[in-house]
């Protein structure tokens, strides 16, 4: 008797055993398919948040989105900053940053603006997104979705990249090809 319940016993591990192997295995083959998926909407990941685009960037503006509770710092690379004037399109190797910072709030939580009626920017970042053009970029992009040679990166606060596609970047750029597939103008330095 006690040795049948000793049996029965280690069966049961043995069969809970086979079924975590089983999970196991699902598992990595959901995570293999996972990764098909990313690799067909042609992901690279090639984007980076540039490390000096605080201290070595051109800041030239600032967005303001009330109804986000943002404030969005926008910089530009050193190359192309000289240029912003001239206007478009932007040279090879040209990174724009968004840096997204947290709002001031007053303590119903609603924004509050300055003398200046600008919303207030606390240092919080909340979220980062770069564009950045590279000779060549673009030939591994759909033909419908392609922005010329740019590519888009999206990241948190901490400069972690978020596992999100970029394929809405794409398509809400892309009607901007006249202006070299960005919004901000260019022409407003804050600095
Ligand atoms: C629904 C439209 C939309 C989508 C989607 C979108 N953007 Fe933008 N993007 C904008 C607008 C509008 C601005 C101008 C700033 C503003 O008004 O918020 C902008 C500005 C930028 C800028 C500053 C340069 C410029 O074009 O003025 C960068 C960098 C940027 N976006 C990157 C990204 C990335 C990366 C993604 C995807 C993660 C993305 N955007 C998705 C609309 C969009």
Same mark, same amino acid.
């Given at each position: 008797?006690?040795?049948?319940?000793?049996?029965?016993?280690?069966?049961?591990?043995?069969?809970?055993?086979?079924?975590?192997?089983?999970?196991?295995?699902?598992?990595?083959?959901?995570? /293999?398919?996972?990764?098909?998926?990313?690799?067909?909407?042609?992901?690279?990941?090639?984007?980076? /948040?540039?490390?000096?685009?605080?201290?070595?960037?051109?800041?030239?503006?600032?967005?303001?989105?009330?109804?986000?509770?943002? &404030?969005?710092?926008?910089? &530009?690379?050193?190359?192309?900053?000289?240029?912003?004037?001239?206007?478009?399109?932007?040279?090879?190797?040209?990174?724009? /940053?968004?840096?997204?910072?947290?709002?001031?709030?007053?303590?119903?939580? %609603?924004? &509050?603006?300055?003398?200046?009626?600008?919303?207030?920017?606390?240092?919080?970042?909340?979220?980062?997104?770069?564009?950045?053009?590279?000779?060549?970029?673009?030939?591994? &992009?759909?033909?419908?979705?392609?922005?010329?040679?740019?590519?888009?990166?999206? #990241?948190? %606060?901490?400069?972690?990249?978020?596992?999100?596609?970029?394929?809405?970047? #794409?398509?809400?750029?892309?009607?901007?090809?006249?202006?070299?597939?960005?919004?901000?103008?260019?022409?407003?330095?804050?600095?």
């Amino acid at each position: 008797m006690a040795h049948a319940a000793l049996w029965n016993k280690s069966r049961e591990d043995a069969v809970r055993e086979v079924i975590s192997r089983r999970m196991a295995l699902f598992y990595v083959v959901a995570a /293999v398919l996972g990764g098909g998926v990313v690799a067909v909407s042609a992901q690279a990941n090639r984007v980076e /948040v540039p490390t000096d685009y605080m201290t070595g960037y051109v800041l030239y503006d600032k967005v303001d989105k009330p109804d986000r509770k943002i &404030i969005r710092f926008l910089y &530009i690379s050193p190359q192309a900053a000289s240029l912003r004037d001239a206007g478009r399109p932007l040279p090879n190797g040209t990174v724009l /940053v968004m840096e997204d910072h947290a709002a001031e709030t007053d303590a119903s939580g %609603g924004v &509050i603006t300055g003398s200046d009626g600008r919303l207030i920017a606390t240092s919080r970042i909340t979220a980062i997104a770069v564009m950045e053009k590279r000779d060549g970029w673009g030939a591994s &992009i759909p033909v419908e979705r392609r922005n010329g040679d740019w590519d888009y990166g999206a #990241f948190d %606060g901490a400069g972690q990249r978020r596992n999100v596609s970029t394929d809405p970047c #794409f398509a809400c750029h892309l009607p901007h090809g006249a202006r070299d597939y960005t919004f901000t103008t260019l022409t407003r330095p804050i600095n």
